[in-house]
């Protein structure tokens, strides 16, 4: 956590050419940790690299300095990370008892809405969060903070006015914070490189304050440049969130990583090096040639070299007769020695129970020091493994993430805090963001049965909202259809009524219950709207009456005409 107490020094026009580079002074040795992160993770592949090595050469044969890839660091991060970003649900609790209401009007001078409130409020959550695709905004920032140590959001309004929420990448962001208790956040720097056609290399920062953004180009002296994106002004704060931690979840384990895949290139080698590699022993044969030979040392005009006493220079090189011999030996189909000689492979020992239970050991390490619970272990991936014992295997990562989850859940509290003061602001309003209940869910494959009769037993303590929601479903969308079907069950019965009537039955006792099955029935119209839809729906079938009749009499005089 960088924590600054001038920040408006920095982004002064006077000092902004000594401040500037100060600042990238203190982000640099961040910006430099993530990347080696995200290193260890990506194995350094992107778009233009692959993550596994080439082993076999062009001529076939094996590339002995590959390195053997065992990329648990993604494969922990993307475990964790889609363990850890179900759906989020934002719901909005406001107290409707009079007596609470009126303890907070007293103690806090707060206004606490009523129900048409509530579903305002709700209206625009559902409507934001759908807008920017909250569902992939949440994992992708819970994966940038299990593996880069921190993750950044920035708000601005587009130029249809509806607010935007994307995510920044921590390779290039960073945040400065106050010194108060608990600290503040005062502005985030994101700092990057641009290149024309030319290939020519824009260093460019940029830092969002209360006061918006502003970019500077590092490569043409610290000017200041004119974005056309930059347009998240008058916010009243910074129109950001930012979480930062101190360690990526697989940094624990990372020492350990690297013994097991040292260890596995270990016996890959071993095992090549007996299969193809080894050299034979023998014993009672002669070679014909010797391994090396002398040859005379001569000058660039081919004359030979002398030493100082007037013998001619010689050197030392491998012997090509004894290199042909070695060949024919090996692919020679018999081979004769003298009486008691042999001829054997010299091999490389190994245990391979003992290797295979060392990498067992390495492999319960780093899962118990990231704290995710071992996916390749036989009772993990039992069939008679309920949705609630998978629950129980978590809970050691539950509580490892614990603190991650929960500056995760503040960091959306002041997201929506931005949202609703933006909208207060505009439009009139007097939203709440603090009346907002976040809950961060985990993707575990849940038993619906249990579910629903769990929730079906609490039905007369908890709330539908509570139940519908618990169970997986949106609230309101649920009402809606709800309210849908009882307006259409009672436009079906209003209209049954009335052919009743003008068949001559008399209908004017008749209650609710007889008509429609229900004590009551939820309609956003009114009688009249009713009545009136009834009435048209009425003209228009009679009118197709009279169009199928007519279709029907010209279909049978065209039939007569043809015959």
């Known amino acids: 956590m960088i924590r600054i107490s001038n920040l408006e020094t920095i982004t002064d026009s006077n000092n902004i050419r000594e401040t500037i580079p100060k600042l990238m002074q203190k982000i640099q040795p961040v910006l430099e940790k993530r990347k080696q992160l995200h290193a260890k993770y990506s194995r350094k592949a992107d778009d233009k690299t692959l993550m596994y090595t080439v082993s076999q050469k062009e001529d076939g044969e094996l590339n002995k300095k590959s390195n053997v890839v065992v990329s648990y660091e993604k494969f922990l991060t993307d475990i964790a990370a889609g363990y850890l970003s179900g759906t989020p649900v934002y719901s909005v609790t406001c107290s409707q008892e009079d007596d609470k209401k009126k303890l907070l009007k007293e103690l806090f001078d707060r206004e606490v809405g009523d129900e048409e409130y509530k579903t305002a409020m709700e209206l625009v959550i559902d409507y934001v969060t759908g807008f920017n695709d909250d569902t992939t905004e949440h994992h992708e920032l819970v994966h940038d903070l299990l593996e880069l140590t921190s993750c950044y ?43 024309d056609i030319n290939d020519r290399i824009i260093h460019k920062c940029e830092i969002t304050d209360k006061n918006g953004t502003k970019t500077y180009s590092i490569t043409e002296n610290y000017k200041e440049v004119t974005e056309t994106d930059n347009q998240n002004h008058n916010w009243g704060d910074v129109p950001a969130i930012a979480v930062e931690t101190d360690y990526a979840i697989f940094e624990p384990c990372e020492d350990i990583i690297q013994c097991f895949e040292t260890l596995i290139k270990n016996i890959r080698n071993t095992f090549q090096y007996n299969d193809t590699d080894c050299k034979l022993k023998f014993s009672g044969y002669m070679p014909e040639n010797p391994i090396t030979t002398e040859v005379e040392v001569k000058d ?104 991650v989850i929960s500056k995760l859940k503040k960091a959306y509290q002041r997201r929506w805090k931005l949202i609703f003061e933006r909208i207060n602001l505009k439009k009139n309003t007097k939203f709440d963001a603090r009346d907002i209940d976040i809950d961060l869910p985990k993707n575990l494959p849940a038993n619906n049965d249990e579910v629903i009769d769990s929730m079906l037993k609490l039905q007369n303590i908890l709330s539908e909202q509570t139940i519908i929601e618990k169970i997986g479903y949106n609230y309101l969308d649920e009402k809606n259809k709800k309210d849908s079907e009882a307006e259409d069950n009672m436009l079906a019965n209003i209209k049954r009524m009335k052919m009743l009537e003008a068949g001559g039955a008399d209908i004017g006792e008749t209650t609710l219950q007889e008509q429609t099955g229900k004590d009551e029935i939820n309609t956003m119209k009114s009688s009249d709207q009713i009545i009136n839809d009834v009435q048209n729906n009425t003209e228009a079938e009679q009118e197709k009456k009279i169009d199928d009749k007519e279709n029907s009499t010209n279909k049978e005089k065209k039939d007569k005409e043809d015959k």
């Open 300 to 403: 660039e005009e081919g004359n030979p070299v002398l030493n100082e006493d007037g013998t001619t220079k010689t050197k030392t090189i491998v012997n090509e007769a004894r290199k042909k011999e070695d060949e024919y030996i090996q692919k020679a189909l018999n081979l004769y020695v003298a009486e008691g000689g042999d001829v054997d492979w010299i091999t490389k020992p190994l245990d391979s129970n003992g290797a295979v239970e060392t990498l067992k050991v390495y492999t319960n390490l780093m899962f118990q020091l990231a704290g995710i619970p071992n996916t390749s272990d036989l009772a993990f991936n039992s069939t008679d493994l309920n949705a609630s014992a998978i629950d129980r295997k978590f809970y050691i990562m539950n509580m490892m993430t614990a603190s």
């Open 153 to 195: 959001e920035i708000l601005y309004e587009n130029k249809d006015n509806e607010i935007v929420y994307s995510k920044y990448s921590p390779l290039s962001t960073v945040a400065l914070w106050d010194y108060s208790i608990p600290a503040n956040l005062i502005a985030l720097v994101r700092v990057w490189d641009e290149s």
